[in-house]
């Protein structure tokens, strides 16, 4: 089964954005944070990552997404 994910823009009212994500617990919003801000958050993670991010590669998971939680 494929699921369409519900993808929004950044001017998307809140309330369409969070039903979304209450029935399918995903949503998408394009635009929603500048380049500076990405590259902020990749950064400051990226410790992160580079030290948990393939703990968890298996069959299941696949091998090109690195993972961390808490």
């Known amino acids: 089964m494929v699921m369409d994910l519900p993808v929004f823009d950044a001017a998307a009212?809140?309330?369409?954005?969070v039903d979304a994500l209450r029935t399918t617990?995903?949503?998408v919003v394009i635009g929603l944070l500048d380049a500076d801000a990405v590259d902020s958050?990749?950064?400051e993670m990226r410790?992160?990552?580079d030290q948990?991010?393939?703990?968890q590669e298996n069959?299941?998971?696949g091998y090109r997404t690195?993972?961390?939680g808490a």
Request: net charge positive; proline share 8%.
């Open 41 to 43: 958050c990749a950064a």
């Open 25 to 27: 617990g995903v949503a």
């Open 52 to 55: 948990r991010g393939r703990q």
């Open 59 to 61: 069959d299941f998971n």
């Open 13 to 17: 009212p809140t309330n369409a954005v």
């Open 66 to 68: 690195l993972r961390i």
């Open 47 to 49: 410790p992160e990552f």
